[in-house]
């Protein structure tokens, strides 16, 4: 794999239900391409962040993987309303998703840090009332 | 411990992953927020919760979990059972509250477990 496999996603912003779908399938991928368990997690977990957070803030959008060897980076693309504070968005419990999103295990300020936290870098580019990308790259554990 | 060893614990019925409670787990966490599940990378096997959306299911599927315990009776709707037997997780239910539930685990022996990337 010197050259990247790449994987692209749509998020489908008005069923929270379905959220994560795309997280799912991304582990299930990694899991034939033999990464190990750890790499795998990270990389899902931070993805399945990314999409809820595109359902809740954003009305969905897009998911792209590129795979090598040793590093996977996944961006996550929406035209949501960007983000006013990224500063304050990173701050653990910061949050500004609604009581129902609330009342199903979400919104409690952590989808971001968890990202930053799990990803080997982290990168946001934001516009207010023209949507976030998020870029996340990943070292693949020797 | 054994899964099955829970089962007794809480008095639990088996929602789905009959074939697997004699699987062991080592280790187990208690939320209902499921970024707070999240934030903790290392070795967590058991979920107790007392949400019953497809959420819970895809959140133990990422962290790699064996068993989810659904507390206080609620009763789980079939897509969200569905959706944990194709996960390969077992689904437990007890009547039991949270901190009952958690405690008596606790004491005997299924430990707190998890590990907070990058600390």
């Given at each position: 794999m010197s050259e990247a496999i790449s994987f692209r996603f749509l998020i489908d912003g008005d069923d929270f239900t379905s959220a994560g779908n795309a997280s799912v399938q991304v582990?299930?991928?990694l899991r034939q391409l033999n990464f190990d368990a750890e790499t795998i997690r990270r990389v899902s977990v931070a993805m399945y962040e990314g999409e809820i957070n595109m359902v809740i803030h954003a009305n969905g959008g897009s998911a792209d993987v590129n795979v090598w060897n040793d590093r996977i980076e996944v961006v996550l693309a929406d035209s949501g309303p960007g983000i006013p504070d990224i500063d304050l968005a990173m701050q653990e419990g910061y949050s500004t998703a609604k009581d129902n999103i609330r009342s199903l295990g979400f919104g409690a300020g952590m989808g971001l840090p968890n990202m930053k936290r799990y990803s080997d870098d982290m990168k946001i580019t934001t516009e207010l009332g023209r949507g976030t990308t998020v870029t996340m790259s990943f070292f693949v554990n020797s | 411990m054994k899964i099955s060893k829970i089962i007794e614990l809480l008095d639990a019925t088996v929602l789905c992953g009959e074939d697997k409670i004699e699987n062991e787990v080592h280790s187990a966490c208690g939320s209902d927020m499921m970024s707070d599940v999240l934030a903790y990378v290392k070795e967590q096997a058991v979920l107790l919760t007392g949400l019953v959306n497809l959420q819970v299911v895809r959140t133990a599927e990422m962290m790699d979990m064996k068993c989810?315990?659904?507390?206080?009776?609620?009763?789980?709707?079939?897509?969200?059972?569905?959706?944990?037997?194709?996960?390969g997780i077992v689904m437990l239910s007890t009547e039991e509250r949270m901190y009952v539930a958690c405690g008596r685990l606790y004491e005997n022996g299924l430990r707190g477990g998890g590990v907070k990337e990058n600390e």
């Open positions: 582990k299930k991928m | 989810i315990v659904i507390v206080r009776g609620k009763k789980p709707g079939n897509e969200v059972v569905e959706l944990c037997r194709e996960s």
